[in-house]
C-alpha cells in the first residue's frame, strides 16, 4: 500500500517521511496530483501560515486530489497545518478559506498568561475510542507548535483533546479522515504509535 505524503512547498517533510517509515509504511514525498491520486493513502502535512499553505495547495492543484482521496473513501491523514487545512475557515492574518472537510473554523488562542504560539509538550485526552488512538494512554505527551487552533462545529468529530488555558481538539475524526494538532515525528513514541495506528487502518482499507 503506497502512502503519498503532499509536498506543496510549506515545510520540510522528510522527517515526516522518515517516521513513516520507521514504522514500515511505503511513504513517498510528492507533489505531483497523479501521484496523489494514485497512492492508497494520502497524507497532508504542513507548517506555517495557514493563508499561504492553502494557497500553495490550491495554486498547484492540490487540493483536487485530496477531496477526491476523501469522496472516493481512502484514508486521509492531516497533520498541524495539515489538520487546520482541513477545516471551512481560518482566521490566521485574515479570513481564509479551507478545504471543507470538517466542518468549523481556525481560531488564535486567547490572550492570556500562557505564551503564544503553543511550543513543546503537552498531553493529550482521548475523547472517544479510534483506532488511531490505539495503545495511547491518558495523558500521553506529544509535541505541539502552533498560535492557532480548531474549533469543530461537530462534537462527534473530536477524538481527543489538549489544555492549553482552554480544552481545544488536537485529534479529529470522520469517515475515512483523521487529523492531529501535534508533530508526531517530534513526539517520540507517541508520534510512531499513531502513524503506525494510521497505516494498519490503511492497510485494511486498501
Known amino acids: 500500500m503506497k502512502l503519498a505524503i503532499i509536498d506543496y512547498g510549506v515545510g520540510n517533510f522528510r522527517n515526516v517521511q522518515k517516521a513513516f517509515q520507521a514504522v514500515g509504511a511505503d511513504a513517498d514525498i510528492t507533489e505531483s496530483v497523479q501521484a496523489v491520486r494514485d497512492a492508497g493513502a494520502v497524507v497532508l502535512p ?28 481512502k484514508p486521509l491523514f492531516g497533520i498541524c497545518v495539515g489538520l487546520q487545512l482541513m477545516f471551512d475557515e481560518s482566521e490566521e492574518m485574515g479570513q481564509h478559506t479551507g478545504l471543507g472537510i470538517f466542518p468549523g473554523k481556525i481560531v488564535r488562542f486567547p490572550t492570556t498568561e500562557l505564551p503564544v504560539p503553543h511550543m513543546g509538550w503537552n498531553q493529550i485526552h482521548p475523547a472517544q475510542p479510534h483506532p ?22 461537530n462534537p462527534a468529530h473530536v477524538v481527543a483533546t489538549t489544555d492549553y488555558g482552554l480544552n481545544y481538539a488536537s485529534v479529529v475524526a470522520r469517515d475515512n479522515v483523521c487529523a492531529i494538532q501535534f508533530h508526531p515525528e517530534k513526539s517520540q513514541q507517541v508520534g510512531l504509535q499513531i502513524l503506525k495506528n494510521f497505516v494498519e487502518l490503511a492497510e485494511k482499507a486498501s
Open 46 to 73: 504542513g507548517v506555517g501560515a495557514f493563508g499561504d499553505a492553502i494557497d500553495n495547495l490550491r495554486q498547484r492543484g492540490l487540493d483536487r486530489p485530496v477531496l477526491d482521496a476523501l469522496r472516493a473513501g
Open 132 to 153: 488511531l488512538l490505539n495503545h495511547i494512554d491518558n495523558g500521553d505527551f506529544a509535541y505541539f507548535a502552533h498560535s492557532y487552533y480548531a474549533r469543530p462545529q
